[in-house]
């Protein structure tokens, strides 16, 4: 009735930690884990690194492993490294995308060739207005200051600042028509 359950075979209780062995392992698989990740991964992702990180994986947990079962354990290893890195380069490649496409705000060739063509129009507009109507224009729409600040800067009525002003205006779109 009973069956007598026969004893597994015996294994030889070697495992990757003797020295030799291990270097055995990595002599018959070295290449070919580099070949592996290198030809599915390709060489962004380091493939020699990955090959020594494996091993280095299967040294840490060499009791628990079989010489038998060393080439699955680093063809696993290997590839979850190369799949991690993969995708931590897609996480960097997708921010460096939204920084740059943050950063870049119309900088073609083109508009930075407007641009260039707008400011020598600007400063030779600037150069044509009386001294008296650039300071005012410079004050009040470059440095920001307030019509009264000028005015007590530059020794002259509120009145005369406002009218120097609209006339500095006046006279650059004359000069420049995209104002």
Request: hydrophobic share 35%.
């Amino acid at each position: 009735m009973f069956r007598k359950i026969k004893p597994m075979p015996s294994q030889n209780n070697s495992n990757v930690c003797d020295e030799k062995i291990f270097e055995q392992v990595h002599k018959k698989y070295a290449q070919d884990l580099y070949n592996f990740t290198y030809y599915k991964y390709g060489e962004k992702i380091d493939p020699a690194d990955k090959v020594q990180n494996a091993f280095l994986k299967l040294w840490e947990n060499c009791k628990d492993i079989l010489p038998e079962k060393a080439k699955s354990f680093l063809f696993t290893v290997t590839n979850n490294l190369a799949i991690n890195t993969f995708k931590h380069h897609q996480v960097v490649l997708k921010y460096q995308n939204e920084y740059f496409s943050s950063q870049q705000n119309n900088e073609d060739p083109s508009f930075l060739m407007e641009e260039a063509e707008y400011l020598k129009k600007y400063q030779q507009a600037l150069s044509l207005l009386t001294p008296e109507k650039r300071a005012t224009f410079l004050m009040c729409k470059a440095e920001g200051k307030k019509h009264q600040e000028v005015a007590e800067l530059l020794g002259v009525s509120r009145k005369a600042v406002e009218k120097r002003l609209y006339s500095a205006i006046s006279e650059l779109r004359k000069h420049i028509k995209e104002i």
